[in-house]
């Protein structure tokens, strides 16, 4: 993450590299990509260089359905920085083809988040070329 801040936003922009390029792309196109191994199978997030299962570097990207639940999550009631606005849930989400995922629930009164919740991703665009994945209720 860079102290950049993007267009829409005041917090801290993710910056691209070789291996996310794709990831960004897909974000900017309202397509949630994944990683899937085409040895062993596995998906695989974040995006990398070698699967994390077999060390495979035949990967391919794959779109995901987006559809998840909240495995756990927290309440935050400040933020690092001014473009944080409190409150806002950090919650794992456990997508349907099976990897965990990082990011925020929207669209709900934090207090209405229950592990175990569905949820499907949106995005929000941080700058020109940034969409941050972030879920939504099902």
Request: hydrophobic fraction near 30%.
């Given at each position: 993450?860079?102290?950049?801040?993007?267009?829409?936003?005041?917090?801290?922009?993710p910056q691209k590299r070789p291996e996310t390029?794709?990831?960004?792309?897909?974000?900017?196109?309202?397509?949630?990509?994944?990683?899937?191994?085409?040895?062993?199978?596995?998906?695989?997030?974040?995006?990398?260089?070698?699967?994390?299962?077999?060390?495979?570097?035949?990967?391919?990207?794959?779109?995901?359905?987006?559809?998840?639940?909240?495995?756990?999550?927290?309440?935050?009631?400040?933020?690092?920085?001014?473009?944080?606005?409190?409150?806002?849930?950090?919650?794992?989400?456990?997508?349907?083809?099976?990897?965990?995922?990082?990011?925020?629930?929207?669209?709900?009164?934090?207090?209405?988040?229950?592990?175990?919740?569905?949820?499907?991703?949106?995005?929000?665009?941080?700058?020109?070329?940034?969409?941050?994945?972030?879920?939504?209720?099902?």
């Amino acid at each position: 993450m860079s102290e950049k801040s993007g267009e829409k936003s005041k917090v801290p922009v993710p910056q691209k590299r070789p291996e996310t390029e794709k990831f960004w792309e897909g974000c900017k196109e309202g397509k949630l990509l994944l990683q899937k191994c085409n040895d062993c199978g596995e998906y695989i997030f974040y995006p990398r260089a070698l699967c994390p299962h077999c060390m495979s570097q035949s990967l391919s990207w794959v779109e995901s359905s987006g559809r998840g639940e909240v495995y756990t999550f927290s309440i935050h009631h400040r933020g690092p920085t001014p473009g944080f606005k409190p409150p806002y849930v950090v919650a794992l989400i456990d997508l349907e083809e099976g990897v965990r995922i990082m990011s925020n629930v929207i669209g709900c009164d934090p207090n209405e988040v229950k592990i175990g919740m569905k949820v499907k991703v949106t995005f929000e665009q941080l700058s020109e070329d940034i969409y941050l994945p972030k879920f939504v209720p099902a």
